[in-house]
């Protein structure tokens, strides 16, 4: 396989089942040491069963890889912690960090209390930060490291009944392209994935077996088909960061918020509300746009447009840049 993972160590959280289990195996069968992480709770957060992040253990020793299991909870820095010292002190070093645990349940958003929302966000948001924390840490060390956020089309997109979800989900995205840019000096790379794959989520969700079992959609989005895109965002060979993918039925494509030119007012007026909207049309226009790597470019836009500079005389912006742009 020309993207190996021997000598490198990998967490993956929520791998005990779906696609947090395809993407450990995967991983494992490329040479790397696995951290199982999985509190073996129900998909709605609830109990915990050791056995779950065992079994996915079992199965790659099995197989001749590595791997070790980690029960910890990523809704706590202590969780998080614990979970980078698991890789830490098994194998010696961290190198990948797959972010993909979670839980979820649909709640209409008039029937959303604040209970169900921190919740939710506990486990993915704040989740991913208790544990990119300390990992970043022992990557910037090693002047190595490789982040893969598991984001939601449901997020960056919509979806009904979910603003707990797609918040949290939608969080992920910015937490990781501050990394990126951040990480960019210490050889870190990050990036988030939209996946689409048949699991207990879909399962559990839908709820009618006649239509699952029938559904030319439902075989199309074989879980398997979204292990490629994240095995390759966790390799050596990588050099894109600050990235969003969507993998869906086996296409695989970049997701990006763009900026676009909009309109822009007269120097020296002082426009309305009713300029806007009499520019409507110009402001939501998307035929022509930029890509941003991070707030300094609007600004820079912007100024250029204008005709001004964004800076004093004589002085630069000094704002770090990812790699692989």
């Known amino acids: 396989m020309a993207i190996d993972f021997t000598g490198q160590v990998a967490v993956v959280t929520g791998a005990g089942r779906g696609l947090g289990r395809l993407y450990a ?12 992480n999985d509190l073996g709770g129900t998909m709605h957060g609830d109990g915990s069963d050791t056995a779950v992040a065992d079994s996915v253990v079992a199965e790659i020793q099995a197989d ?8 910890d909870s990523v809704d706590s820095a202590a969780g998080g912690q614990a979970i980078v010292d698991t890789a830490v002190g098994t194998f010696g070093r961290l190198d990948v960090v797959i972010s993909n645990a979670g839980i979820f349940n649909s709640i209409p958003f008039e029937q959303l209390d ?10 993915h948001l704040d989740g991913g930060f208790y544990l990119s924390r300390p990992a970043y840490a022992v990557m910037t060390a090693q002047k190595y490291g490789r982040f893969v956020f598991v984001s939601s089309s449901a997020g960056n997109f919509g979806q009904p009944m979910e603003a707990h979800y797609a918040a949290a989900k939608t969080g ?52 398997e088909l979204v292990v490629p895109l994240v095995t390759f965002l966790a390799g050596r060979s990588c050099t894109v960061t600050h990235h969003n993918f969507s993998a869906c039925a086996g296409r695989y494509a970049r997701a990006f918020m763009g900026l676009t030119d909009g309109w822009l007012a007269d120097t020296g007026t002082v426009p309305t509300a009713e300029d806007v909207e009499g520019h409507l049309t110009e402001v939501c226009a998307t035929d022509r746009f930029i890509v941003p790597d991070s707030i300094v470019d609007e600004v820079l836009q912007v100024c250029d447009r204008r005709g001004i500079s964004a800076m004093p005389d004589g002085a630069a912006v000094a704002f770090p840049q990812p790699a692989g742009r």
Do not use: C, Q
């Not at 195996?25 to 199982?36: K, Y």
């Not at 989520?201 to 030319?216: I, Q, R």
């Open 25 to 36: 195996v995967d991983l494992a069968r490329r040479g790397a040491a696995v951290v199982i």
């Open 64 to 71: 001749g890889g590595r791997a070790v299991a980690s029960y």
């Open 114 to 123: 604040a209970g169900n929302w921190r919740r939710m966000l506990a486990v």
């Open 172 to 223: 992920l995205v910015g937490l990781s392209n501050v990394i990126a840019i951040e990480g960019a000096a210490h050889g870190i790379l990050s990036n988030t994935v939209l996946p689409t794959g048949f699991s207990r989520m879909v399962t559990e969700t839908v709820g009618d077996e006649k239509f699952l079992a029938e559904s030319g959609f439902m075989r199309a989005i074989r879980p």
